[in-house]
């Protein structure tokens, strides 16, 4: 059974009530930040109960872990504080930033939906012949069009950019990702350098036309 059917099975507290959205509803509202925080902890209550904070993709169950770990919902999933609750960002952002992170070292994004994804500061974006992954303004990391390698900016940054180096060190030797280390510069070379064509219009193409001899025949 898929997830989805799962899910719609295991309503919760909104099978009391026809005006409560179903545990798949709370889901895309979360993942469209629609959700308000108390919709937010009980629906991570919901998942941690069910078990299926832990099926789901990464960034639930890290999320629903530093839920659990800042006193908001228990470990059996009973939401704890929910009255007049304001959630702290730095809860959610990192954990995006994580799965950013690892959306581009393993390349699992969908190219054909938009070229832009990620997290308010931390972005997979298209460039012309590759996909950079750019802190603020800053490019991090770039990945050329079709290339199992990665380019990485060695450079010092701020404590925060650092963090996001070393988790992309870690994501890379953790899925066995090539990255090669280079200067702030030489990536930015990378990023805007002509692709090369090596299709066979680019190749000269010899002519069947025979030459004139530049000796005289006997």
């Given at each position: 059974m898929s997830i989805q059917k799962r899910l719609s099975k295991m309503l919760a507290e909104a099978t009391t009530s026809k005006k409560k959205p179903d545990q798949v509803d709370l889901i895309m509202a979360y993942e469209q930040g629609d959700l308000s925080d108390q919709d937010t902890l009980k629906l991570f209550g919901q998942l941690v109960k069910s078990g299926l904070a832990w099926k789901l993709q990464g960034s639930y169950g890290r999320t629903a872990?530093?839920?659990i770990d800042a006193g908001y919902i228990s470990p059996k999933?009973?939401?704890?504080?929910?009255e007049g609750v304001q959630l702290e960002n730095s809860i959610?952002?990192?954990?995006?930033?994580?799965?950013?992170?690892d959306m581009f070292i393993n390349d699992s994004f969908p190219k054909d939906k938009k070229s832009i994804w990620g997290t308010e500061h931390l972005k997979i974006v298209k460039k012309p012949n590759g996909w950079a992954l750019v802190n603020y303004s800053t490019a991090i990391a770039y990945r050329p069009n079709g290339s199992d390698e990665v380019f990485f900016n060695k450079r010092k940054y701020s404590v925060t950019t650092s963090k996001i180096q070393n988790q992309i060190r870690n994501s890379a030797r953790k899925n066995g990702v090539h990255i090669i280390e280079m200067d702030e510069k030489s990536v930015e070379d990378k990023i805007w350098e002509p692709k090369s064509d090596t299709s066979d219009k680019a190749r000269p193409v010899a002519s069947s036309k025979k030459q004139p001899s530049l000796f005289p025949s006997d």
């Open positions: 872990k530093a839920l999933g009973e939401v704890l504080q929910s959610f952002i990192e954990t995006k930033n994580i799965d950013v992170i």
